[in-house]
């Protein structure tokens, strides 16, 4: 069974009707209220954490179910550099990029590893005496706090990166 497939910007379009995409097919397939909020939780998560890493997105989302078995499953495009994709390597559950599975798979995806630039961030620091000047300034901590993460992590059975070119796919496995 597969749900209706979401889209998703970045300005929060879309991501209200995936989280109620994910408890319909959940209450459709007779979960309890307990499990229906832990697969909404993954939902949830995964959306953040996808935003939080590539910035701008526009994806698709939908839920797949067989057997008890639900794949929360993600497609999204940007633009990638070093830093993106050792952030999203970093979530999956094998720290692996899951379309290198064959030789040429893995053959591309080391052309396309060495071919990504750098972030193109730079960090400006002010002097602490121009900085104390400054009223309501906001401080912006540039390192990501993983949070979504690390929670869908514990709830996940399983999460699956595949990066090919600037095309990122994204399963989140949890089976009842």
């Known amino acids: 069974m597969k749900s209706d497939v979401v889209t998703i910007d970045n300005k929060g379009l879309g991501f209200k009707e995936a989280v109620e995409a994910t408890k319909k097919i959940a209450d459709f397939n007779g979960l309890g209220d307990k499990e229906s909020l832990k697969l909404q939780l993954c939902a949830e998560e995964m959306l953040s954490m996808a935003r939080s890493i590539t910035g701008e997105i526009k994806a698709s989302y ?96 399983d999460i699956k990166i595949s990066i090919k070119g600037g095309v990122v796919e994204m399963t989140v496995t949890k089976a009842f």
């Open 62 to 157: 939908w839920v797949e179910c067989e057997n008890g078995k639900y794949d929360l499953k993600m497609t999204t495009q940007t633009v990638m550099d070093k830093e993106k994709r050792h952030l999203l390597l970093s979530s999956a559950s094998s720290h692996k990029n899951e379309a290198a599975t064959t030789f040429l798979g893995m053959l591309r995806d080391a052309f396309e590893e060495a071919m990504l630039s750098e972030s193109d961030k730079t960090y400006y620091e002010l002097p602490d005496e121009i900085a104390s000047d400054v009223v309501g300034r906001y401080i912006d901590d540039p390192e990501w706090d993983r949070y979504e993460q690390s929670v869908l992590k514990k709830l996940a059975d």
